[in-house]
């Protein structure tokens, strides 16, 4: 079964950086734009970052805008997401995806981030 697999989360304390890393088996992972997604405990998951196919547009949700940046590598089938000057409210189990509600694959392991001091 086809699945993101995402790495790279960890304790950092407030205001500092993370990269996380996403990658599938998917062969055609080139022809869909991917987000990455945050749920925190108790919370609904939320699209935190997208970028299309190409790499070339980016959207951000508005809590991470201006320190979050979300990339891919189409020739390694990979996905990352930049994260800086984290806050503890940034805390949550961090997924990625097909932004394509129609074509994302089950939802794979997540890795956590913890902002605490």
């Known amino acids: 079964q086809v699945q993101f697999v995402e790495s790279g989360g960890g304790l950092v304390q407030p205001g500092g950086s993370l990269t996380l890393s996403c990658t599938t088996s998917?062969?055609?992972?080139?022809?869909?734009?991917v987000a990455w997604y945050r749920q925190a405990p108790g919370e609904q998951r939320e699209l935190v970052a997208g970028?299309?196919?190409?790499?070339?547009?980016?959207d951000y949700a508005g809590s991470v805008k201006g320190r979050f940046t979300i990339s891919r590598d189409n020739v390694k089938n990979m996905a990352y997401l930049q994260m800086t000057s984290l806050k503890p409210e940034d805390t949550a189990l961090y997924f990625c995806?097909?932004?394509?509600?129609?074509?994302?694959?089950?939802w794979g392991q997540g890795t956590q981030v913890t902002v605490s001091s």
């Open positions: 970028i299309d196919r190409a790499g070339t547009s980016t």
């Open positions: 998917r062969s055609l992972f080139w022809l869909y734009a």
């Open positions: 995806n097909f932004q394509d509600v129609g074509r994302q694959e089950p």
